[in-house]
């Protein structure tokens, strides 16, 4: 028997479970609503769009073969109806309608449904300081703003931007604005590093140091604390408690909230932070009214706790969920590992799964893997070194996160997606160890990074390997007397290690080349804590080793070595 | 209590396991012997130093820090003592010795151990012709060969070349050969396709296309039946049943085997076709006596079966896990799900698990999903189509195996390890339909290949979606007569539908664009099967469902469509 489907919301989530359903029960009737005039737009996509990168915002909006998706698309070739510039004001729950508005007309009526789905999305968070009113002012809402913003940046009103929010949409912002544009852009972020809770500090450290080469003046560990405007109501400055940035423009991406206030409001079961609860079939507290995409609430897979994912891929996977679901055809939905990846200018970084911050904060025996290999064969032209942190329980030895920065390329992506699907099945330190990675020199190392990171995970766990925190280490670089007893064994080539011992002196650095410490470790002080440095950690750990076999066991070792230090950016590198 | 440990075998899985096992156990005694002068290098890397890529052969056997690995590196660096140029006679298992041979001096004498380990290798595969002694004709036995090989070509002395054998080490030398040297290279494969039992056919085809068009000549199905050479014993030709190919070099690359003489003849267990027999902790028959590398028998994960998977990165992962058993470390080697990639030219290709034709003859109830999607948001600037092939048990909905042909970009190495891992692990359809990919517009579309993939793969087990096979497809294509019931439905752009309505008529050629077919579906024949045609397959499935819907269900969809098509390259697409 046909059944008539409302779906609340455009983009992403709501038009895939049209389409999906509409295939799976082609005699039913589907019905979109959107209050927004442009439907059906990759989101992501809208700092490629200001960028330049993507010339037309009606490429955001089309499929792969170039047709635009507007209700007239999605009428004639899928069967669906879209009311766009609808607005859904209440549900009725009862009587089992939701009452719409059209913008234009100002017209209301009542859709009836036998299924609802709630793919209402997100909404910008607006900071609650003062100027957020100001023309100038934008949050990257839909895709009118982006359009706004390209504009006023076209014709020349921009030579100043301050973007508030250093998440993933403010970074990529300020590298649109950056870099095709000229304007001058400065990034604050109220927490003290990028990507707060994404990635650890060391590698939002690295990302930093990449954005301010690239001339992005980051502030982090600084709020916005006013937006300040001209007479004429034109934004003019960003002010923090630290100081004053002028801007033209001023892009607010500090993060985004679920819409939920129709479900609220019908009664349906609401996290208080917002998320629509649903079950893993995707139905809300009302089994006839599903949700999906950045609207609701999801499970933590490594957590096992609630989460917010606003994510046009799993808002898409989640929206073929619904369908199949509302089509009666079983499926769930358990849960994300957070899988993250972006582009900055020349760099990628990416995560899954938790951090080592959030690990010691939800209580897990937590612990890190840092390592720098190579991202193919060593001896394989444009081979570029790759920094990964990765994430394990010591007592159960399960692996909890992987993250790698690197050279925009897709390598960290390889690793990133191998280790999402293992972490997602409660994957341990092992099952990296062996994780069958495709070889062959143009595309890896013959040991894998993951197997690479795994095996110092295996090391760490063993106890065959004790590390020095990297911030520890760069702490006593700026101030030798904290830690008077330390000294550093640098293993490098000598021509390598020449400078940094004429620097900081035959008391402080000590200079032993990898491969003739077995013959000259009686140079060793036994009275130091020795600090093995080289340029990854890997010949450190194998000195350490040898080290401690002949009882010299008053050593570190620096995971990451200056792979590590010199992306970080340091000014007491010597030369 | 030390004990003493010899290792024969001196390239990957040996030296791995020498040093893991020192930094284990540094008081144990650790010697490596090997025949020959050249140790520890990557081989996979000599089609890289061949073509130049690799400017020098010592790049091969260095460090990432640049230090050669030879023996005085590993007694120095590792506190491994290595015997090269040293060949091992016999093992005694009773004595416990191995009897070596000094090959220089020639002097013999017997090295006790209290733990032995295999780690011989293979060698090449020598076709059993005439000619195979030739001066001129090679293998890719070792880094001498490899040296020989660039050392004749650099002197001019190469303008025609032929290499045997279709797979990655034949096609990569072919690829050397032609690209930086311009020899006018022939390759000639035995069986109907290149990477025979690798990938399927599909995938197989649309490389030897790429071949072709950078001037390699592929010679399939055709297998060398003697290799011909002048009266100075200088190879001339290589002849097969069919031609001639004209040749100052000839390089056989046609496949290896494994190098298990010493242990055959000390009583271990050896499978009939050579791998040394080895149980998960990689000890063979003799418990004392360990195997890694190519030497040795494996397990297939997807077939459960023995099989043979001589890889560089195996062999590294095996060395570590023989060091850590005989240390005391349980660590187990479950097997292999055969995970492959490579460049050629322009294009990369890889595969893991079983291929469609492996599964069928493996009896399962195989189907395959062969779509044709962006590697990244059709809207991000270098976008580019990936073919991918995912094969699958319909009972169990079990995933068996992903092939992927496209640019060379490590895009295709991120599908494929996620999904080795996924396969090893057993995975079906929908924890492919769920993989939580990493998503960005730069590095893939919001629904990821593999997501789409398992789509399918999921709309073929419902019945939802029926497929036209390609080879039947391209086989009417060249005689219309053979199905003269069957008619195209071209569902694409107008302007590239015409084309082809013209060539073929409009009693083969229907076009209908697919945002019509809702309107116009009329049009459509009863009496034919229709094969739906669009670029990737995607539309034609959509079409097909509302066909169906209506009542129009004599309908076949050209999975993978013109994008699988124009790369296997046909002769009939107009214009």
Redesign the interface.
């Known amino acids: 028997m046909s059944k008539k489907i409302v779906i609340i919301g455009g983009v992403?989530a709501g038009p895939k479970a049209a389409?999906h359903l509409k295939?799976?029960r082609?005699?039913w009737d589907v019905t979109v609503v959107d209050q927004d005039t442009l439907i059906s737009y990759?989101g992501?996509?809208i700092p490629?769009y200001v960028c330049g990168?993507?010339s037309d915002e009606a490429?955001?909006r089309?499929?792969?073969?170039h047709?635009v998706r507007d209700a007239k698309?999605f009428e004639?070739?899928?069967?669906v109806r879209v009311l766009t510039g609808t607005r859904a004001l209440a549900i009725d729950r009862k009587a089992r309608t939701v009452q719409v508005e059209d913008l234009e007309s100002g017209e209301k009526k009542d859709l009836p449904w036998d299924r609802l789905m709630l793919a209402t999305g997100a909404s910008p968070f607006v900071l609650p300081i003062p100027g957020t009113d100001l023309d100038g002012v934008f949050t990257i809402a839909n895709l009118h703003k982006a359009i706004e913003i390209k504009k006023r940046i076209a014709r020349g009103q921009v030579g100043k931007a301050v973007v508030i929010g250093g998440g993933?949409i403010g970074i990529e912002m300020a590298e649109a604005l950056t870099d095709l544009w000229g304007v001058e852009t400065a990034l604050v972020e109220f927490m003290p590093q990028l990507l707060p809770r994404i990635v650890d500090w060391q590698m939002a450290a690295m990302l930093k140091n990449h954005l301010q080469e690239k001339d992005v003046a980051v502030y982090t560990g600084e709020g916005a604390s006013e937006i300040v405007g001209d007479d004429q109501g034109r934004v003019v400055a960003v002010k923090t408690p630290q100081r004053t940035l002028e801007a033209d423009l001023v892009i607010m991406a500090a993060g985004v909230r679920p819409r939920s206030d129709l479900a609220r409001d019908a009664g349906l079961l609401v996290a208080p932070w917002g998320g629509i609860v649903v079950n893993r079939r995707l139905q809300t507290s009302d089994p006839d009214i599903y949700a999906a995409g950045d609207c609701i609430a999801t499970v933590n897979l490594v957590t096992g706790k609630e989460t917010y994912a606003p994510?046009?891929?799993?808002?898409?996977?989640e929206g073929?969920i619904v369908a199949d679901n509302m089509a009666g055809?079983p499926?769930t939905?358990?849960g994300?590992?957070?899988?993250?990846?972006?582009?900055a200018f020349e760099r990628?970084i990416?995560a899954?799964g938790i951090s080592y911050e959030t690990a010691v904060a939800e209580g897990f025996d937590a612990d890190y893997a840092l390592t720098a290999?190579?991202d193919r064969?060593?001896?394989?032209?444009g081979e570029a070194i790759v920094v990964y942190l990765l994430v394990f329980d010591r007592r159960t030895r399960r692996v909890l996160g992987l993250q790698g920065f690197g050279v925009?390329?897709?390598?960290i992506?390889?690793?990133?997606?191998?280790a999402?699907?293992?972490i997602?099945?409660g994957?341990t330190i092992?099952?990296f160890?062996?994780?069958?990675?495709?070889?062959?020199?143009?595309?890896?190392a013959?040991?894998?990074s993951?197997?690479a990171a795994a095996?110092v995970a295996d090391n760490l766990c063993?106890g065959?390997l004790r590390k020095m925190e990297m911030d520890r280490f760069l702490a006593w670089m700026e101030d030798f007397d904290a830690e008077p007893g330390w000294m550093a064994l640098d293993i490098?080539?000598p021509l390598e290690t020449g400078p940094f011992v004429d620097k900081f002196g035959e008391d402080r650095w000590l200079a032993i080349p990898?491969?003739?410490v077995?013959?000259r470790y009686r140079e060793i002080p036994d009275d130091k804590t020795m600090i093995i440095l080289?340029?990854?950690g890997t010949?450190s750990?194998?000195v350490q080793?040898?080290l401690?076999?002949i009882g010299k066991k008053n050593t570190m070792v620096l995971s990451g070595g200056f792979n590590v230090i010199r992306r970080i950016g340091v000014d007491w590198l010597p030369g």
């Open positions: 992403a389409c295939r799976l082609p005699d990759g992501c996509g490629y990168d993507v490429e955001l089309s499929t792969s073969f047709m698309f004639k070739a899928k069967g993933a994510l046009g891929s799993l808002a898409n996977r073929r055809i499926t939905f358990d994300v590992v957070g899988s993250f990846i972006m582009k990628c990416a899954t290999p190579s064969a060593h001896f394989f032209p925009m390329n897709d390598s992506s390889a690793r990133i997606d191998a999402a699907v293992m997602a099945k994957a092992e099952d160890m062996v994780a069958e990675m495709a070889y062959a020199p143009p595309f890896s013959a040991i894998d993951i197997n095996y063993a065959r490098r080539h990898y491969n003739e077995r013959d080289c340029d990854a010949r750990y194998e080793v040898f401690d076999h």
